[in-house]
């Protein structure tokens, strides 16, 4: 009796564990087919709730940085809003005749905090780079700063992130961004006559 009720329990459990495994290979499927659609002008709204979370956004390349193609920008032509887009480590770079054409690209939301510690050691890189005479101290050639347009001073710019971070009930700065995994053509740009 003992012997048939082991089997009973044995085969139960086996059923149990199989239908537990399908349950949670379909739940893992049905994750990754929902990948969040975003518009630019809800980027800045909706970022935040969405860090690590893969997003699809549609828009038009605004900028592309001649200085590698590490940076692309997209903007939505009724809207100010602006979202920054660098490729993974699986795309080379951007191509700068992108500017102009509408995209969607597929991508993970990154976030970039500005806090006090980060400021403070941007100071000391500040202070390491005046000592040496390169650039501004924050990891940026004076070339690469003019392509970022950075034309402010970064002391002055420290200055001002914070006094935005004195004025932001968080007590730091959140940026977002998004890091491409791919993009596809919605529309090329229009050929200027």
Known sequence: MIKKFMIVFFI???FVSCANQTQ???SETDELAAITELHVDDFDIMAADLVGKEIA???????????GGKKMFLVEERSEASVKITPDE???AFNTNLVGSVIKVEGTI???IIDE???LKWESELKSANAEGAGDGHGVGKGEAADMGEH???AESIANYRKQIAE????YLAFYSIVCKNYEMIKAKEKEE
């Open 12 to 14: 139960s459990a086996l």
């Open 24 to 26: 949670k290979a379909e």
């Open 57 to 67: 956004l549609t828009g038009t390349v605004n900028h592309v940085c001649e200085h």
């Open 90 to 92: 699986s795309m080379a």
């Open 110 to 112: 990154e976030e970039f």
């Open 117 to 119: 510690e980060y400021l």
């Open 152 to 154: 402010v001073a970064a």
């Open 168 to 171: 932001n009930e968080k007590g």
